[in-house]
């Protein structure tokens, strides 16, 4: 269709970290309806995962407009901002005073007369997950019932949502099934030729870190000894350790005991390095990616690339690898030493949402994975007269002593208002405030990082 004859969508994205604006751009894109260019602004909500620059850039997705706002900012936004669609890609306590602060705003605002249709201009909103889902299901759930659509990435997550929203008597009608927005890329082409001449890459071993699992250092000591054994075992090998953020950075999950400092006490190999950057670029050239829970184990699936979960330090809900029975990646450092290659159960992986089959019906239900989200949006965006206001299972009836504490967090009151004291909504800080902010994120990551650590450790002693 030729552009000048495509509709043009306003879609915002609020995110509070690099891989939940990693997720919410990408799933933007993947959710818009058909035949529509989206126009994409980018609200970072200021804290203490905020994306560097740097983060944002190994994403690769462009926004129009990027804005840092803290929560009270990007509701006076969408008080004066018009969108078509609005991605919430927040932790849970996030969206549930997202979902409050906006139904306020949007209550008092009611039907614009400038809008032709006659309805009030608020956006679809739409929420979700970033990855597997294997911790906190109900609590997680339950924050970010009220949004239009709560995506699941895959059939089992679609299934298991429902369960939850209908076992408390919440409607369930908002969950919709699609799959991991940021999969895709070349299928594995197969190990390279030992015998090739030379110029050709080597057998390519990837760890995919996490920021918090394990979550000390003796296990993490463990997995970085193992792979450097592993390196010096395999001189033959490129043995790579891929990183999520660099010292001082914060991701999702706050990680105190960097890899890259652990390191340093060795004596690794010339073989093996430290890598950052985009991980489908990583699997470019991978021929095994090893991890103990990481989401990057169903992006290297999804391209049949040969994937191990590790089981050295258990099968435990606190790895998040039990989420990976009955997948048939798991196995240990010593069965991988050994040259065992565990090979997917394509049933699970099915489940799953990943195509690891290889088959031309898995990349197909791939391609179609979002029809039903398309769908659903073109028809709310459709509808005829305005849309209802956001109706969250938390209210100051159901949770009366849980939810005013979460809202307070974010500066608003349990009706969804702005608490009293809070700073001016259109004003952005002074240069001397700026400086004082940036010191402030700086000492509480160095808190977080080597204060922290140092203070558990002393109350082992």
């Known amino acids: 269709m030729p552009a000048s004859a495509k509709k043009t ?30 126009r994409l602004d980018g609200y970072l909500l200021r804290g203490r995962a905020t994306p560097t620059a740097r983060q944002l850039e190994e994403v690769g997705v462009q926004a129009d407009a990027l804005h840092e706002v803290t929560a009270v900012q990007f509701l006076h936004a ?4 018009t969108y078509d669609i609005l991605v919430l890609a927040l932790v849970g306590g996030g969206v549930q ?8 705003i949007w209550a008092d605002a009611g039907v614009r007369s400038e809008d032709p249709a006659g309805r009030a201009k608020r956006p679809v909103v739409v929420t979700g997950y970033v990855g597997v889902v294997y911790e906190k299901l109900a609590d997680g759930l339950l924050l970010r019932h009220g949004a239009d659509l709560v995506l699941a990435n895959s059939r089992r997550d679609a299934e298991r949502f429902r369960a939850v929203y209908e076992g408390v008597g919440a409607d369930a009608g908002s969950v919709t099934e699609v799959a991991l927005p940021f999969l895709g890329g070349a299928a594995y082409a197969g190990e390279p030729d ?7 890459r080597p057998y390519t071993v990837v760890f995919a870190a996490q920021p918090s699992v394990p979550d000390n250092r003796r296990d993490r000591t463990y997995l970085l ?59 470019d050239r991978t021929d ?12 290297s699936l999804h391209r049949r690339v040969p994937t191990v979960v590790l089981t050295d330090l258990g099968v435990r809900e606190a790895l998040g690898n039990h989420h990976f029975v009955g997948s048939g990646c798991l196995a240990s450092w010593d069965q991988l030493d050994a040259g065992h290659r565990p090979v997917p ?3 699970w992986v099915s489940r799953q949402g990943v195509a690891a089959g290889g088959t031309a019906a898995g990349e197909a239900s791939y391609d179609t994975a979002f029809d039903a989200a398309r769908a659903r949006i073109t028809k709310l965006l459709d509808r005829p007269g305005s849309l209802p206001p956001p109706a969250p299972y938390y209210t100051t009836v159901t949770a009366p002593g849980y939810l005013p504490a979460l809202l307070a967090r974010h500066h608003l009151g349990p009706d969804g208002t702005p608490l009293p004291g809070t700073p001016a909504a259109d004003k952005e ?3 001397v405030r700026q400086i004082v902010r940036r010191a402030a994120r700086g000492a509480y990551r160095h808190g977080v990082q080597r204060v922290a650590p140092v203070i558990r450790r002393m109350g082992e002693l």
């Open 9 to 38: 969508l306003r879609v915002a994205v609020l995110a509070d970290s690099d891989t939940r604006w990693k997720w919410g751009s990408l799933t933007a894109n993947r959710i818009a309806p058909e035949n529509s260019d989206i």
């Open 78 to 81: 969408m008080r004066e901002e």
């Open 97 to 104: 005073a997202m979902l409050h602060g906006l139904g306020r």
């Open 194 to 200: 030992p015998s090739a001449e030379q110029g050709g």
């Open 225 to 283: 000894n193992r792979l450097v054994e592993h390196a010096r075992r395999h001189p033959e090998r490129e043995v790579l350790l891929k990183l999520r953020s660099k010292p001082g950075e914060h991701t999702t999950h706050i990680e105190e005991l960097p890899y890259q400092k652990l390191v340093q006490r060795l004596d690794p190999p010339a073989n093996f390095r430290l890598v950052y950057g985009h991980m489908g670029e990583v699997l």
């Open 288 to 299: 095994l990616l090893v991890t103990v829970s990481s989401t990057a184990a169903l992006e």
């Open 345 to 347: 159960d394509e049933e």
């Open 429 to 431: 800080p002074g240069p």
